[in-house]
């Protein structure tokens, strides 16, 4: 893979802000919830989170968008990565700015304080920002700066030898002559094709709008590829000859927000790595989702250093902070059969996240003797990661996890029904911080040492 330049993030930044606190009480006047104490917290949004979600994730990044002298825009330069490079063209107008008003986890109201359209002229800033790219991904949020005649001269220009990545708004304007691949998703595709709104549609339907809605695209706007995304079924990705379909990795997340900023940003940073279009899906399908799992824009921090979506131990710091119940569970699941998977469902539905103690394959082996597992701790880790019910793995090497659990200090440690909860070597470390132990049903019959003595059975 040839490297190549940094990543320019240009379009429209926006201020977002959220109010978090707890209901419980309504008005006395009417019956509106009435949100007690509101944390404020401010972040960096539209193409300013994409540029910052991409330097969060170690890329060079210049940021080209409209920013004024404004407080909002005084803010905007605080609250981005420092390792970004901000080429702010001049306007005089504030920014758009959006708050949410939160409580529990769920955002009860937005305000929206939209911009005035800019109709600025970039000059030599945007030619000197755009002369440094490997990439560039086009941020757009319906703020003008995309129908601005000489910012598409000098993005048509620049497509001709770099990639260009489409974000696009239902407001916005169409990409430009050139573009490599452009991004929506469900519902903004549907919109751009002038096809019946597909928001609702699930499974073998929303793929196959999807598809009908790139089709159209691929017909109409001047674009290579066209990557629908899907929320939970992942991305489809739309050539004049193949289509794909990136499966997303199974999680649940408290905070959509952001999502599609996360999957832009690294398709952009990508492709200005020399990445090929399904190499930079595939790439930014994962990284989306590490974001979500991560809590997505919820739990982005300012002064983070990133974020990671298979780090157990960050996972349950982040859902503990939020006042959330961690669950753990552990075992070998070395062939995963229906008996797993009905105790791993029972033991998430106990928490707010479940995170799997997995013995590595020497644990296995000491455990269970020289013929397994059967398969190999990265597949059985995979495996467990791909279920709905899974937040994340951690493999251990130790007989018994207590090690671990020091570190995790979950809240709930749940283990089949075939065992009693004072039988288990890890209740008393469970219990000295004030976690519960508790067992789940059990389905009687089921197991891996039944299935290989039935298979090799069959064999002889």
Not at 36 to 50: F, I, K, N, Q
Not at 247 to 272: E, L
Not at 286 to 299: N, Q, Y
Request: aromatic share 4%; glycine share 10%.
């Amino acid at each position: 893979m040839t490297a190549r330049r940094g990543l320019v993030v240009l379009g429209d930044a926006l201020l977002d802000r959220d109010l978090d606190g707890a209901v419980r009480r309504l008005c006395p006047d009417t019956p509106a919830p009435v949100v007690d104490e509101p944390r404020v917290r401010a972040r960096p949004g539209g193409a300013a989170l994409a540029a910052h979600l991409a330097a969060l994730a170690g890329h060079q990044v210049t940021l080209v968008c409209p920013l004024g002298d404004d407080p909002e825009g005084e803010q905007i330069r605080e609250l981005i990565h420092p390792d970004v490079r901000l080429a702010g063209l001049p306007w005089q107008e504030a920014i758009a700015q959006k708050t949410r008003v939160r409580a529990d986890g769920r955002t009860l109201l937005r305000i929206d304080h939209p911009a005035r359209p800019y109709t600025g002229e970039p000059g030599a800033l945007l030619a000197e920002a755009l002369d440094g790219a490997g990439a560039i991904l086009v941020s757009d949020y319906a703020g003008g700066v995309t129908s601005n005649p000489a910012v598409r001269e000098a993005l048509t220009t620049a497509a001709r030898h770099l990639p260009v990545v489409w974000d696009p708004h239902p407001r916005g304007a169409a990409p430009v002559p050139g573009t490599l691949l452009a991004t929506p998703n469900q519902a903004e595709a549907a919109a751009a094709a002038r096809l019946p709104a597909a928001a609702s549609a699930r499974g073998s339907a929303a793929v196959k709008a999807a598809a009908d809605a790139a089709d159209r695209l691929l017909g109409t706007w001047p674009v290579s590829q066209v990557a629908v995304t899907l929320g939970a079924q992942g991305v489809l990705l739309c050539g004049a000859a193949n289509t794909q379909l990136f499966p997303a990795r199974n999680i649940a997340p408290t905070d959509a927000c952001g999502a599609g900023d996360a999957f832009a940003s690294a398709v952009a940073a990508a492709f200005a790595s020399g990445a090929l279009p399904s190499e930079a899906v595939a790439a930014a399908v994962d990284s989306a989702a590490s974001f979500l799992a991560a809590g997505g824009v919820s739990a982005l921090d300012p002064e983070a250093a990133g974020f990671s979506s298979t780090d157990a131990f960050e996972l349950a710091a982040k859902v503990q902070a939020r006042g959330g119940t961690v669950v753990a569970t552990g075992g070998c699941f070395d062939l995963l059969h229906a008996g797993h998977v009905h105790c791993l469902r029972a033991a998430r539905a106990a928490g707010d996240c479940l995170i799997v103690c997995l013995n590595s394959d020497a644990s296995v082996r000491r455990l269970k003797g020289p013929g397994r597992p059967l398969n190999s701790q990265a597949d059985r880790a995979a495996i467990l990661e791909s279920l709905s019910c899974v937040d994340a793995v951690v493999v251990f090497d130790e007989p018994t996890p207590e090690n671990t659990l020091r570190r995790l200090r979950p809240d709930v440690w749940a283990k089949g029904g075939d065992y009693a909860a004072d039988d288990l070597p890890e209740a008393p470390l469970v219990r000295g911080w004030g976690g519960r132990v508790l067992t789940v049903p059990y389905l009687s019959g089921r197991s891996t040492t039944g299935l290989v003595r039935s298979a090799r059975n069959e064999a002889a």
